[in-house]
Every structure is written in C-alpha cells, then in structure tokens.
C-alpha cells in the first residue's frame, strides 16, 4: 500500500521548503526592516504584510530581519546611507545595500516595488 495523500502532500511542501531555502542560502539575500517603536506605518505592515510574508516566495528568497532605527546596524550589514524614515525595508545581497524601500507604500505597491528589487539583487 501506497503513502497516504497526506504523506505525499507533507513530502512536497518539505521538499519545495529545501528547494526555497536552497535558493536562498545561494542568493544570500535578506530584507532588513529598519522601524521605530510607535511607527504607525510599521505596524500597518506588520497586520498586513508581516504574518503571511515568511511563506511568501519573496520571503523564501529574502527573508526578513528587523532592526530598530536606533540601534546599530546588525553585525554584517552594510548601508549606502543611514536610515531616516520608518519603516525602510533595505534588500541585502552578502550583508551589502542593493536597493531600499523608504516608507511603507501600502500592500499593493509593496509587493510590486519589493519583486523588482529582489529581481535587480539577484
């Protein structure tokens, strides 16, 4: 007798998991999310955006890390210019700046403006 559908279906997202995070890894992606606690905006992303974006081919391929506008840059990172607004999502390629989102554009021009970043980074 034959694996269960569920066992099959299991089989496949794991598998379509490690090609996504093979991906990835080999890409050396990330988007940095750099916020401030009280940004309005921030949490606008964060109730329509941030649960769903982990599953995402986008967050496959790039996946998010936060970081507060007043900290130090993560350990790694690599700016072409300081942060000034909440949020501004920066894509990075091995820790380095390849191109930003400043503000928050809304769900629509988000996904739009992130995909052509990712595309230009890769």
Not at 20 to 48: F, I, K, P, R
């Amino acid at each position: 007798m034959g694996k269960s559908i569920f066992a099959r279906v299991a089989t496949l997202f794991f598998t379509l998991g490690l090609c996504a995070a093979t991906a990835a890894s080999a890409q050396n992606l990330e988007l940095l999310m750099v916020e401030d606690e009280g940004c309005v905006y921030c949490a606008q992303w964060h109730a329509e955006i941030g649960p769903e974006f982990p599953i995402t081919p986008e967050g496959q391929t790039a996946p998010l890390r936060q970081t507060d506008i007043d900290d130090p840059l993560p350990d790694g990172v690599t700016l072409a210019r300081r942060a000034v607004y909440t949020p501004t999502f920066v894509v990075l390629k091995d820790g380095a700046e390849t191109g930003r989102i400043e503000g928050y554009p809304g769900e629509e021009f988000f996904w739009f403006l992130l995909g052509q970043l990712i595309d230009a980074a890769g």
